[in-house]
């Protein structure tokens, strides 16, 4: 399974859509009706994914920014996460 | 399969807790103090009572010392559907004379604790989506008491902390109450002089203080589903001493 693949499945499952909708690009709050809650919840699921990989937990200022498949998926690897797993 | 967490159940109202909830079917109680070997009374007690129970220490000031019990939870039981914050300390004194770490203990126990408690279970009770928190607070939270301010300042908090996160957690079936106890009797309260515990009793309706078993029977409700619909409210249990 690629990274994209994985993060893509979580995303889909914590905001309830469907795969077709989760696109790269795709903004949580914007285009997929996301609330704070949602997004919050979001990272939790992240991090107990890949904490293993990226030290644990991301941090608070980090959050901001990831508000999409693509924009997780880049900070992940940013952070020396795969493409492959 | 439920399990339930009430931290500062070594005794008094904690122990009553774990007692209650036990009575009622909860079939883990995770017994939490800042020593283990101070919880052995209550977990005997609990497995008396047919309910499994597990000695925890955690000191509910440090937020390490609250996640690394949180996951051993998790991973002993698999879920919290139930979490108690009941830990809390007094470090009474006029405001005049009262010192700064007179304050900070105070709040890092009453009030830091069960912010941080909250967000450890939450994380597990949003995923599940469902649990029941409920926070001791105080009557003094709602009132005020001289001699108290690190404490009042501490439950009023806690009220404050109640209401704001039931509202974060509602949408998820998440449920966040207090308990305000008025003057029960317990060894906080047994420090007392005669004096002061008659004119407390003037003040109480009831004419009596209240017994743990009072306040462990409001936190039954709210902890229950028979409290399903109930969140952001602080029920008080008083006798009548304040009628908000």
């Not at chain 1, 994914?49 to 200022?61: H, R, T, V």
Request: glycine share 10%; proline share 2%.
């Amino acid at each position: 399974m690629t990274l994209e693949e994985k993060v893509k499945t979580i995303i889909c499952e914590t905001l309830n859509r469907g795969a077709e909708e989760v696109t790269p690009a795709a903004d949580f709050n914007n285009d997929l009706g996301a609330d704070s809650l949602d997004l919050a919840e979001l990272v939790m699921k992240i991090e107990d994914e890949f904490g293993s990989m990226i030290d644990g937990s991301i941090p608070e200022e980090d959050t901001a920014n990831l508000k999409s498949l693509g924009a997780i998926v880049e900070y992940l690897k940013s952070k020396g996460v795969a493409d492959e797993l | 399969m439920s399990t339930a967490i009430v931290t500062g159940s070594a005794r008094g109202i904690g122990r009553a807790i774990c007692e209650k909830l036990a009575k009622d079917g909860v079939e883990n109680i995770v017994v939490c103090d800042v020593k283990a070997e101070w919880c052995e009374e209550t977990v005997e007690a609990v497995k008396a009572l047919g309910a499994n129970a597990v000695a925890m220490e955690i000191n509910v000031a440090e937020g390490a010392s609250i996640d690394a019990g949180v996951e051993a939870i998790i991973k002993q039981f698999g879920a919290i559907d139930i979490c108690v914050n009941n830990a809390g300390i007094t470090r009474d004194g006029l405001l005049m004379r009262m010192t700064e770490e007179d304050w900070d203990s105070v709040l890092d126990i009453n009030l830091k604790g069960a912010f941080l408690m909250t967000k450890a279970v939450s994380r597990h009770m949003l995923r599940a989506r469902k649990g029941s928190i409920v926070n001791i607070a105080s009557v003094v939270g709602l009132m005020g008491n001289a001699g108290q301010c690190n404490y009042s300042a501490s439950k009023g908090g806690l009220v404050a902390l109640t209401k704001s996160a039931a509202r974060e957690l509602g949408a998820r079936g998440v449920r966040v109450n207090a308990v305000a106890p008025g003057f029960i009797k317990s060894k906080m309260t047994d420090v007392l002089t005669e004096d002061v515990k008659n004119r407390m009793l003037s003040a109480i309706p009831m004419g009596k203080f209240g017994e743990v078993e009072d306040v462990a029977n409001a936190v039954a409700f709210l902890a229950s589903d028979a409290a399903a619909y109930v969140t952001g409210q602080v029920i008080s249990v008083n006798g009548g001493m304040l009628m908000p």
